[in-house]
């Protein structure tokens, strides 16, 4: 049996939580250089109360469950952007609309963590988050199902929940139509 | 490269895969080109006779094949599960035959076949039958059926394409579960629809 | 909005840059997604667990008896935790793909230089452990004809027994700079044109040079 390749989606929410996003802290560090953290990944900071800045997920997580700050909504997930992307998404059958690569682990991580940061928005931006995903695994489903035989495809903009949901079925297939049409070819006259 | 047809019946070259153990250990109907004397009873236990005759008829496990086909000692047979029967059937929409029942390793043992010189070529048949089956694969594996209903069609399933079926239905189900708490197991699949609205391959 | 999600689309270019640990994440999701054992980052490595283990020393002395310190600590704690996960995972999934395949890797040079000197050890020890038990279990109780296991992988067809990796497995690559058309047959019939941000899934055997020169990147 070969190596399995997949990631479990909380792999990719270990990955996802490396993505940056805009706090605004209610503290500073006036005995540490520049009021910030000096990290194996980089000088997170400054944090001074009430200027926004941009940290990791999992700082911004971390931080909020102490209550050192508020997180604030990326631009990208609230009502109308999403409500745009999810008409370019029916629209288009073949095309995928351009979303953070991890969407789906980043919005998830904010609905739990963040609530607060949506206001009253939360309820229709968790909807329209999940009818994304929907409009989007159909049409993935859709595409999927003209393979006819072994090739390259091409999956631009799919994001990296949705590339490993297909990619147990889909690699599988790909292997075994490459596998049958190889053979096939060498043996003929 | 003759290792390579080998290996793929082998799943990539891996000699300890118990599934390509399996797959040669299916049957496959010969002829006997020359008798071969004293092996009668190994090769059936019920015959009577401590030899074979020449021109007697068969069934070899599939790992025997090639080195006897390498001695022009065998004709190799196609086995009916790849027969003009079962190309109509191909032909007329294989989504419904049971693979299972006729060769449960219907691919691997095609291929292997195919390596093994002298055997009628069964690889075309074999691959318009994986093409009229994957989308039948897909869909199902990623719909909102019962679990009797998937039980029903794995069934229906050679090993190869269930060991898709399940890794689709698998992936699908570890999405669900992270993206619902924990909820959205096969069991519950009613609270599944509700939560999610619809089916994710929309389909039905 | 395409703005806003360049920002998010790539740690690599948020204001922080990419550090090692970024590109331990990297190599860990290349090596896991990876049909074979690539080469091992022996450099990247080192200078990570260099930083590790200066960083559990600044945790181990700061003061945390005031809460500036104890906040600190407790976002340096959980960094670490996350560097070692990502070590922890990176050299596990190795070790799975080298036991996987240890006898490919152990008759192959090449391989072996992908190796850290650990690895290979520890590849020749497993080696030694797996013959031993397969003689105890299996072969002590064959006829003598049968009973060596160098002897049955010469003869074996194909070489079946010394397990390889499938180089014909298709894999999701996401393309790092404009590379332009490339072959994927000898032959020559089957081109793909590979541009800056381009998602494919693809056999891995025609993108493996580039995947070692960093013009993909696995997914």
Known sequence: MPVDPSFSPYDLEFFAEDDVVKIVPSFSLPTFSHSSIRCIGGAFGPFKPNIPVEVPLWLAVALQKRNNCRILQPDWLNTETLQEALDQEKNTAAVFHRLPFHYLEISKILFLHAKEAFGTDLLKVKELVGDICKVRLSKINAGLQVLQGPMTVKLNNLSAAECNVIRPFFQGALDRFHLLASVCLRLLP | MAGGAVRGARQGGDYYSLDAVLAEETLIPCMFKCGSRGVGRALDPSSGAEDVKPRAAAELPLWMLQALTSRDMLAVKVPRWYGEKMRRKIQAGAGVENLRLRCPYFYDVALALHATDGAPSVADLVISTFRSRYKEILTKAHSNESPKEMARIEALLSVEEAALFNAGRASLDALNRWRFGGRANPTRTRAKRRLDGAPVNGSR | MDDFISQLQSPAENVYGESDLILMKKAYINEKAAPELL???????????????????????????????????????????????????????????????????????????????????????????TGLHLKDAVLAHMPEEFNSLVRQSNV???????????????????????RGAVNLDPEGDDVVELNKDDLYIIRYEPIRDLLKDNWVELV
């Open chain 3, 39 to 129: 080469e091992y980052q022996t450099d990247l490595l080192a200078r990570l667990q260099d930083q590790v283990h200066n960083q559990e020393d600044t945790v181990a002395n700061t003061d945390s008896t005031h809460a500036e310190g104890s906040l600190v600590r407790a976002i340096w704690r959980l960094e670490l935790a996350r560097a070692k996960h990502l070590l922890r995972a990176y050299l596990r999934t190795r070790l799975i793909k080298l036991e996987r395949h240890v006898t490919a890797v152990l008759d192959n040079p090449a391989m072996q230089a992908r190796l850290s000197p650990l690895e290979l050890q520890y590849a020749k020890d497993y080696f030694v452990k």
């Open chain 3, 156 to 178: 074996s067809e194909g070489h079946d027994m010394l397990s390889a990796p499938n180089l014909e497995a298709h894999v999701f690559v996401r393309v790092l700079e404009d």
